[in-house]
């Protein structure tokens, strides 16, 4: 059916909504989809994690601590990734019980600038996993910066995550950044905006879409082709549109069909 106004924000053009209130996660910041878990993990800016029901039931939940913003899984471990703001570290955290099992600051500096990234600006707001191309290799993982500068961010992950490449993106601020297999790009999502962002595996915006809710700072898309949106207003929101709007946006552009990351790029 067709969507309409509420009092969570300005919805979509159609689809259904559904909400998701989820009050043992204060202001949701960010979203996964964990194939092999066929659940979800969502972070909140009090520091709180949690592993979700695709019906919106809560099935555990941690307290870690921190400014957490975003979230990822890498479905070939027991592993997420999750974002602490402010200290700019990426955390390892055990999906079975929700433990940190390791902390990887994030060097800011890149291509000479030992503060590209800038030191008491708006941070890494948003992170996600691309796999190897063919399933070969560990996958790479890439972030979104909010602003000082909004970017797109490829890192290597070590001892720190080191700065591979980097795409100035125009959508500021940056609240999230999923890959999407079925169109081979990334969605990024503006809170501001209240839209999501395709990006090319090279950084060319290949269009945009509106997106339901107030707030959302986060989007995990659904095998069945629904999509889970987390509002820093609070709770979450199931979105099944009538067609996918980015794949739609994909096609316009000519991109619709499955690209690989690129190497080789930068700012």
């Known amino acids: 059916m067709a969507a309409s106004a509420s009092a969570t924000g300005v919805l979509a053009e159609t689809g259904d909504v559904t909400e998701w209130p989820l009050p043992q996660i204060p202001e949701p910041s960010g979203v996964a989809y964990h194939a092999a878990r066929?659940?979800?993990?969502?972070?909140?800016?009090?520091?709180?994690?949690?592993?979700?029901?695709?019906?919106?039931?809560?099935?555990a939940s941690r307290h870690i601590g921190g400014d957490l913003e975003g979230v990822t899984c890498d479905p070939?471990?027991?592993?997420?990734?999750?974002?602490?703001?402010?200290?700019?570290?990426?955390?390892e955290v055990r999906a079975s019980d929700l433990r940190i099992t390791a902390e990887v600051p994030i060097d800011r500096s890149f291509a000479g600038d030992p503060n590209?990234?800038?030191?008491?600006?708006?941070?890494?707001?948003?992170?996600?996993?691309?796999?190897a191309a063919s399933g070969s290799g560990p996958g790479t993982i890439f972030v979104v910066n909010q602003f000082d500068p909004p970017v797109?961010?490829?890192?290597?992950?070590?001892?720190?995550?080191t700065i591979r490449h980097a795409w100035r993106l125009a959508t500021a601020p940056l609240s999230d950044v999923v890959w999407d297999e079925k169109i081979g790009g990334f969605l990024v999502v503006s809170a501001i905006w209240r839209k999501v962002s395709l990006i090319s595996p090279t950084g060319d915006?290949?269009?945009?879409?509106?997106?339901?809710?107030?707030?959302q700072e986060g989007i995990a898309p659904l095998p069945d082709g629904s999509f889970v949106i987390a509002q820093d207003?609070?709770?979450?929101?199931?979105?099944?549109?009538?067609?996918?709007?980015?794949a739609a946006a994909a096609d316009r552009a000519g991109h619709g069909t499955n690209g690989a990351v690129s190497q080789g790029v930068q700012h």
């Open 38 to 59: 066929k659940s979800l993990f969502v972070v909140g800016d009090q520091g709180d994690i949690g592993e979700v029901a695709l019906d919106g039931r809560l099935l």
């Open 152 to 161: 797109l961010v490829e890192l290597e992950m070590a001892r720190r995550a």
């Open 205 to 215: 915006e290949w269009g945009s879409a509106p997106v339901p809710g107030f707030l």
């Open 116 to 131: 590209f990234l800038q030191a008491g600006g708006d941070g890494v707001e948003g992170i996600t996993f691309v796999p």
């Open 233 to 246: 207003a609070g709770g979450l929101l199931r979105w099944s549109p009538s067609a996918d709007p980015f």
């Open 76 to 91: 070939s471990r027991d592993a997420l990734y999750v974002v602490r703001e402010g200290s700019d570290v990426i955390l």
